[in-house]
């Protein structure tokens, strides 16, 4: 079991971690027809959006109450329901997920009794708009509690509740926010060649797949219906992804009754079989031919690649649930974590780590902990660390903006971790040195005392 070790310094040292309210944001966009509003200043809605804007080189939809002086010392539930009706008329959303921020936070403002309020009031005009809240504050967690957050607001809010008939064949998958469009996009393929209809929440493979509109949308287009969020109940079966998930698959229990299913990863062989296996288990179908064949490649990856990853160190800096990701794919390869580095101490899978520590903190610590690694793997804010350390860098997780194409790299099931076992392969063989003649023979320009010389044969 790794050991936590918790932060010690004053001040972050390139910082590693996303906050909250950005998170909260992320999977509201995976909403069809939704409208991310910040409650707070200005400043903290356009930090977020370039972050969104610089990962995604997509247009985001996201709004703000922009809170200034005056409303932050008396109050900004007119802010509030000021923002909330201007987007209904001017967007006209189909949701609108309000992400709280430090500032309302910490002034300790009643934002669910001020929603609530908008709500009675406005009836009529707020008609075919859901409004639902996540509390986010940026002083606590990371982006993996405001999407976990996110996720439980738009269940506890909209899904209709009781025990429903329940369709043989529909699954309600929530994934985790380390999970890209490319994986979302092909975990729903996987589902569907079992015969089964999957509901995704949050989508953001309908939502940030990079596809351009034929004409202006103000809001997400395309992801998690409305509709598809309100009939949750009638699922057979939820399965969740990231141990950062198991609250909202806890809230559709209590919401629904609908059952869950926890995976902590679906990167290599081990877990990618679980999850064919459960699939199998509710299609009650055999495991198609071409998934079959995905595997056997799998397998086949695994035997060319271990030679690569043998005994190389890693050093690894990330969120929670992509860190256990990351460093369990690694060290089955053989490979050894060497530093291991994330943003929160909140969630129970860090003690699952194979590692010996897990330290809380930001990029700086992961620079000092992966001195002699073979390989460097975080966002692309490790870029600097990488060049002062002359380690390679694998770039994953958020925010990736100076490489195209991030959300659509593939790490997850079969193909995914073969795809992996691949990259990482050529990152190590693209950058091995080739050995000087003094490390292949050690006895090269020996320094040899003169008193133990023999003589010259010359003399005799």
Known sequence: MARILLQSKSAAVNPLKSSQPLGA???FLGVDGAMPLFHGSQGCTSFALVLFVRHFKEAIPLQTTAMDEVATILGAADHLEEAILNLKNRTKPKLI???TTALVETRGEDCAGDIANVKLKHTQEL????VVLANTPDFDGAIEE?????VTAMIEGITRSGERARHPKKIAILPGCNLTVADVEHMRDMVESFGLKPVILPDISGSLDGTVPDRWVATTYGGTSVEDIRELGT????IAIGEHMRRPAKALLGVTGVPYVLFQSLTGLQDTDRFVSLLSSISGAAVPARVRWRRAQLQDAMLDGHFHFGGKKIAIAAE???LFQLATFFAGLGSEIAAAVTTTDRSKILEKVPAV???IGDLGDLESLAVGADLL????HGRQASERLRIPLMRIGFPVFDRLGSQHKLAILYQGTRDLIFEVANIFQANQHAPTPEALDPLRNREISHERCSPPLAGQ
């Open 377 to 380: 793997v975080t966002h692309s």
């Open 235 to 238: 699922a057979m079966q939820c």
């Open 25 to 27: 944001a992320f999977a």
């Open 97 to 99: 997920g309000v992400c």
């Open 127 to 130: 008609a075919g708009t859901e």
């Open 320 to 322: 929670p649930d992509q």
């Open 357 to 359: 520590s897990v330290q």
């Open 146 to 150: 405001g999407w976990a957050r996110a």
